[in-house]
Every structure is written in C-alpha cells, then in structure tokens.
C-alpha cells in the first residue's frame, strides 16, 4: 500500500496545475470585463473590432499641436494616430484620387466644404480660429504694411494659392483689397512661393525672405518671429475644421478621435498652448451621454435616427418620451432642486412648449409638422364629420391636459376658437390624458367616441380607426429642435441634429410633413 505521504507527492503537481489554470481563467475573464470599464478601451460599436491605427490628412500648420495630441492619444488609447502633411488643397486633391483615409483636417473651412460638396466627408468638427499676419524677424524694422510687400527692397515668401490654405486666404483678401497684382509680381520676380505656412515660416526664420505671410497660430510658435497685423489681413480670419472621411472603413474610431482632438480639456487645451484661438468644444468623455427630451408625438420618427446616431459615434442618448407639459416641469424641477439629467437636447410637440423654456435653450429649428385630426372609430358610428359635430349631445371626447403635454394644449385653443372649449368641457370632455400617445386607446378602447389626436399617430392605426380633417389654420403642431444652453456636449448635440435634419425620410414615413430648409439645417 502507498504511503500518503507518496500519494499526496504525485497528486501535488496535479493540484498546482489546476489552481493555476484557475487563476489564469479568473485572470483572463478579469481582463475581459475589466475592458469595458477601462477609460483607454478603444473598442466602439462600428468600429469593426479593436482598432490599432487612423490614417489622418492633416495641413501642415497644424502639425505640431497635431504630433502633441496625437503622441497623448496614442498613450491613453493605445491607438496609432499616422499624420500626412501637406498643404490643404493638395491633401484634398490626394482625398479625392486615393479614397482611402480616415480623417481630414485643413487650415481653412472652405476645403472642408469642398470635401462635404464632393461627397467625402460627414461629420465636422470646428477646432480654432486663426487669421493671416505678415511675419518678420523680430530685429526687422523695415515691413510694417502690405504695402512694404510691393517693393522690390523686400524679399517675400507666400504660401501657394493652389496648394495652401494660406495662400488662397492670402490671394483673396489682398485681391479685395487691391493688392494682389503687385504682391504676386514681387514675389513672382524676387521671393518665392511654398506649398505649405511652415515652409513660409521656416524661409523667414532663416532669413531667407524679408518677409512672408502666415497664420497669427503659427507665427506663435516660432520663437524668432514677430508679427505684423494690418487691417487688410484681419478681415481675413480662417476656421479650422476636422472631418470624418466617407472612406474610412472605421467611422467610430475617427469620431472617437475626432471628439478627442475637438475636447477643450484634450486636444483644444494643446491648439491653445500652441498659439491658437480655440473655439469653445465640448467636455471630454471616452463614451458621452446625452440627455434627450423628446414630445411624444415625434417617437416613432426618433428611435430608428437615435439608434444609427448612437451606434456610429459610440456614444449613449438617453432619450425620455412623454408630455412635453410633464418634461418642461421636470426640467424646471431640476434647475429648482439643482438635481441632474437636464436635457443636452429637446425636441417639442410643438413650438408652444419650446416658448415655455426659451430662456434655457437655444433657438429652436422647425423640423416637421403634423396636423391634429379627429380620430373616431371604424365606420364612424356616430356620424362626427366637422369639430363642431364634437359637441353633439352624447359624443364622448378625450383630449389631452392642457397642463402636461402639447396636444391639449392646443386641442384647447382650438376649440376656444370655435366657441366650442367651455361647453364641451361640461359635458362633452370625459376623458384628459398626460401625453398624446394615451388618446388614440381611448377610442380603440371604445371608451371615447372621438378623440383629437395627431395625424401622425392616427395614420399608424387606421386598421381600428378613421380620420376625419379639421379645417382650421390652428389645428396643426410644428417640432422644433433645440439644445440647452448650458450643455457640456452642444457639439456632440449638433451632430444629433444633424443627424435628425438628414432624417426626412423617416419622419416623412412617420406621417410628418417636412419643414427643414438646407440652409436651416446648416
């Protein structure tokens, strides 16, 4: 018989295997739930799994605050970041001939229209502001106005007007200002043009030139150089802007990074250190939430647009649905107890409840509208054709409560025009529901006659239902769009947006008449 002693030696190996495996499974499933909550996880929905490297097309006066954020991205997220340099209108010549690229950011907004007309871009995100300065060595005291760059006595460098932003801004203020000819036949004849502003800057840095043209961003960061401003060049002011390329096979990554570069406590924070005037971006988070108010009426256009908008840009839209009477008192609710989840963004009934907090949002966009109609039941048993008919001893009316959402609101003013409200309310009025989707039962249910409902959600049940038009100029609800004024996302909430005003379809299907203009929209 074997010793226990024996025994428990063979069995030994076999016990320390079996912990072991045990905590390499318990230490792998550790990683892999850990990995969600990690801040630094780059994995998004879309984004085709785990992304290792963006492709971006950058101008080159953003290159070095560009290296910066890139270098910091790379270390939070693990994520290569590969920058192109070159002049903003070669990059987009490259854009359009290579189709491939994740990202694109020029030195002017005007290239990135070119790329949205040309169907190359989707998203945009606004970075800073910068305007075009004459730039010299600070020891030089001989150019002080556009002027000094006619002469011949002065060597000048210009950014080319077909590769660079700059030169392009450059040719057309001093075009407008009468300038131009003379510029361009001394530099022509005795400077010289460069494909891109660092090139521009680094010829007056090692005095090369007398002088040349830049940005007021990049002059900041040449520790040699001084800047002259004239008021020819002022009205000259440029907005960088970065964009989401249609080529990109990872849209949730570039819009991850996107939102990262145009971060004002991320990327916006090292344009400033850099030298230039940021705009005012949006609070960093690795996956944002939004808060969405949203009148009951517009959910079925909503949700379909929500959940794409959610799953590109990898972020959460807590979108709450009711009455817009209910959401206008919970918002003031919030503001009174200083409690959370004021909406980023609202999207009313109608305009009658956007008036009602205006002083919190800013102005809203009339996106759609619907009518509002008498909703009556199949084969219309008691013979309702006209708003008046609604009043007829024995018709059981429902509408909404005028205190807690849009359609009784309006249901109510327009029966007050038809000199209809007061007596219905005596008799007529059996039932006021909190919010529009609620009206529609009561008469399915048969326990109203009639009901005044909005068009587009009689028209999704016209299996139980009938229509019957009202004719008055007041019986129709416009949806406007609107941000608060005090998000930390209005960025991200202008995506939204965008997002809802490419959405007509949807809404057109929904049974809303479309009310967004392009020029609205943009």
């Known amino acids: 018989m074997q010793s226990t002693r024996q025994r428990a030696g063979r069995a030994a190996p076999a016990v320390v295997f079996i912990l072991g495996s045990l905590i390499v499974v318990s230490g792998l499933a550790w990683l892999l739930r850990s990995r969600d909550e990690l801040p630094g996880d780059p994995t998004l929905p879309a984004a085709g799994g785990p992304i290792d490297e963006l492709f971006i097309y950058c101008a080159a006066g953003m290159r070095y605050p560009m290296e910066e954020i890139a270098s910091q991205y790379k270390r939070e997220f693990g994520v290569n970041v590969q920058l192109q340099y070159g002049g903003s209108n070669t990059l ?13 950011l020029a ?4 290239y990135i229209q070119q790329a949205v007309d040309s169907g190359l871009m989707n998203e945009v995100f606004d970075l800073a502001n910068m305007k075009p300065v004459i730039a010299v060595l600070k020891e030089n005291t001989s150019v002080k106005s556009i002027e000094d760059l006619t002469s011949p006595q002065h060597r000048v460098c210009l950014g080319n007007p077909g590769a660079a932003a700059i030169g392009k801004k450059v040719r057309r203020l001093l075009t407008r200002s009468g300038h131009w000819e003379r510029v361009n036949k001394n530099v022509t004849e005795n400077g010289v043009f460069k494909p891109t502003v660092n090139e521009v800057a680094n010829d007056i840095k090692l005095g090369s030139v007398d002088a040349g043209v830049i940005w007021d961003a990049t002059a900041a960061q040449y520790t040699e150089l001084k800047q002259v401003a004239t008021p020819e060049l002022d009205a000259g002011d440029a907005r960088v802007q970065m964009g989401v390329l249609t080529s990109t096979k990872k849209p949730t990554a570039a819009l991850h990074f996107a939102r990262y570069a145009a971060a004002r406590d991320k990327g916006l924070r090292i344009f400033r250190e850099k030298g230039f005037r940021v705009v005012n971006g949006d609070a960093w988070a690795h996956k944002p939430e939004l808060t969405f108010f949203a009148g009951s009426v517009n959910r079925r256009a909503l ?3 929500i959940q794409a908008f959610e799953s590109r840009e990898g972020v959460k839209v807590n979108t709450i649905y009711n009455g817009c009477g209910i959401l206008t008192a919970q918002m003031k609710t919030i503001l009174e107890t200083e409690g959370s989840g004021f909406p980023d963004t609202y999207m009313a009934c109608d305009v009658y409840y956007l008036d009602a907090v205006k002083e919190l949002f800013e102005p809203g966009i009339h996106v759609s509208e619907t009518d509002i109609v008498i909703c009556v039941q199949k ?3 008691k013979n ?6 609604l009043a007829n001893e024995g018709i059981r009316v429902a509408i909404g409560e005028p205190r807690e959402c849009t359609i009784g609101v309006l249901s109510r003013r327009l029966l007050q025009d038809a000199g209809l409200y007061e007596q219905m309310l005596k008799t007529n009025i059996k039932a006021q529901t909190p919010s529009s989707a609620m009206l529609l039962p009561a008469v399915t249910s048969a326990s109203a006659d009639a009901a005044l409902v909005y068009r587009t959600d009689a028209s999704s049940n016209l299996d139980k239902i009938e229509i019957v038009p009202i004719q008055s100029k007041l019986a129709k609800a416009i949806q406007p769009f ?8 209005k960025q991200l909430s202008q995506r939204l947006f965008e997002t809802v005003a490419a959405s007509r379809r949807q809404f057109e299907e929904a049974g809303f008449r479309w009310r967004l203009t392009p020029q609205a929209s943009n």
């Open 482 to 489: 609107s941000v608060a004024r005090k998000s930390q996302f």
């Open 107 to 110: 030195g002017d907004s005007s």
């Open 92 to 104: 987009l010549s490259q854009i359009k001939v290579a189709d491939i690229g994740d990202l694109y």
């Open 303 to 305: 949700e379909p647009v």
């Open 379 to 381: 084969g219309n048993p």
């Open 384 to 389: 309702i054709h006209k708003l008046k008919d």
